[in-house]
């Protein structure tokens, strides 16, 4: 009995399929009888049961031959998964080979199966991850290239501050991208990792073949064999999770951008259009951020749940009561806000429409005051820094007040003439020629890009 994947409301909006699918109920299922199978394969392999009990142990692990309600209603009892499925799949090998059904599950704990078919959807999940960042970095470090000269006004603390321009931002998303595939990169090998360790982690139902069937066991699986069992040693998964929700709030810091250009006071750069996208219940004009409200919002909602992760830290001895049953929905979880948040991420950045003429009447809503800065910078060096401040300060102030641009202000001004003449005044208050190194910015976010996807 196979459920459908996705079966939520919402999922459409805030899970990618492919990732619900990992996470389903099907998925969980066929993971944990994934264990099951290769464990039946090692032990074979190793001589410790019969090869003739390895074919009808794998036939019956297929999910599709459990009646999920009814493995949902024995897990209210048994108090986890693996309990009634182990006993489901023994009737279902039993009743096509009554010998083999005496070998299945042979020196393993329901933690054993869980914690290691939970790995197996992991894995999964952060090749589904690490796909879409990459897929995610490739269109933001083309943006970035794209837009590397185009100028718009930094803001600080919501106020216009000095020109920078779109390609600079655009490659701060894109480090944060690029590191979070290091991230991953780097844990790999601490989180694909066999879970065995038997009832109380000693795997002594097994005797001296523990540990060649740990490791026949690892390698058909094509995990690592840990130095011990991790039962209630959580530090594993709970990086994992940490990882995902730095991806999260580096995706809710991209929509957030995304989400204050759009808004109609500044109308700079939008979300792709297209029909039915946006709109409003009652208001025809709306073009909303919907993109982006999925970024903040899986970035509001992974901290809480990653909270939930680091409490479940602390497990009691070699068997947790509780705080491992709280791990079980929240990193699949986690997994599969990260995995919607990223979906939203590459159709929003892929389709960008930039409004350049907007940035640039943008830049000159100040007359002029964001190039104070460059004006007071060279007038420093010829008449000191705290005389050139103090003469831009009041300057800046005239401007405001009489509602003239900054340039008419430094026209009138002797003491500002006597040391820069007109064309050095147009030039300063050029924003394109007061940009810094965000060239450069862009030139090296893309190069790191391009040397981790190399």
């Known amino acids: 009995m196979n459920e459908r994947p996705g079966n939520q409301l919402f999922d459409a909006y805030f899970t990618a399929r492919d990732m619900r699918e ?37 036939a019956a692990c297929q999910a599709g031959h459990y009646d999920f309600a009814a493995l949902g209603e024995a897990i209210a009892t048994a108090g986890n998964s693996a309990i009634p499925l182990v006993k489901a799949l023994g009737k279902q090998i039993a009743a096509s080979d009554a010998a083999a059904e005496r070998y299945v599950h042979l020196g393993a704990t329901s933690q ?106 690892a390698e058909e ?21 940490s990882v995902l929700g730095l ?81 079980w929905e929240t990193l699949p979880e986690i997994c599969c806000l990260v995995s919607g948040s990223l979906k939203q991420a590459l159709l929003v950045t892929d389709g960008l429409e930039v409004d350049a003429d907007r940035m640039a009447r943008n830049l000159d809503l100040t007359q002029g005051l964001v190039l104070a800065e460059a004006v007071s910078i060279v007038l420093a060096q010829r008449v000191g820094r705290d005389t050139a401040h103090h003469l831009l300060e009041q300057c800046c102030k005239r401007a405001v007040a009489e509602q003239r641009h900054l340039r008419a202000v430094l026209g009138d001004e002797p003491q500002v003439t006597a040391e820069l003449s007109a064309v050095e005044l147009d030039h300063l208050l050029d924003p394109a020629h007061y940009l810094g190194q965000a060239k450069t910015w862009v030139e090296r976010a893309v190069a790191e890009h391009s040397a981790l996807t190399a």
């Open 247 to 327: 991806i999260a709030g580096s995706l809710g810091k991209l929509g957030r951008d995304i989400s204050l250009l759009m808004q109609t006071e500044a109308a700079e750069v939008f979300e792709p259009s297209a029909p039915g996208k946006g709109g409003s219940s009652t208001m025809p004009h709306k073009r909303n951020p919907v993109g982006a409200a999925v970024l903040i919002g899986a970035a509001t909602r992974v901290p809480g749940l990653l909270s939930t992760l680091f409490s479940a830290m602390p497990q009691e001895h070699e068997r947790s009561l509780g705080l491992w049953h709280a791990e």
């Open 221 to 241: 699986l094509q995990l690592t064999l840990p130095d011990q069992p991790w039962h209630t040693q959580r530090d594993r998964l709970v990086e994992f999770g």
């Open 112 to 217: 054993d199966v869980m914690d290691s078919g939970l790995v197996l959807q992991l894995r999964r999940a952060l090749e589904l991850i690490d796909s879409d960042l990459a897929q995610l970095g490739e269109t933001l470090a083309n943006q970035a290239q794209r837009y590397v000269a185009t100028p718009l006004a930094g803001r600080t603390w919501l106020q216009h501050a000095t020109p920078v321009t779109l390609g600079m931002k655009i490659a701060g998303w894109l480090g944060a991208v690029t590191r979070s595939r290091q991230r991953l990169q780097e844990l790999k090998p601490r989180l694909l990792v066999l879970q065995f360790g038997g009832a109380s982690g000693t795997l002594a139902a097994l005797g001296e073949q523990a540990i060649p069937v740990a490791q026949a066991l």
């Open 22 to 58: 990992v996470f389903c109920d099907q998925g969980r299922v066929q993971a944990m009888l994934d264990f099951e199978a290769a464990l039946a394969r090692a032990e074979a392999r190793v001589g410790l049961i019969p090869h003739a009990a390895v074919a009808p142990i794998e």
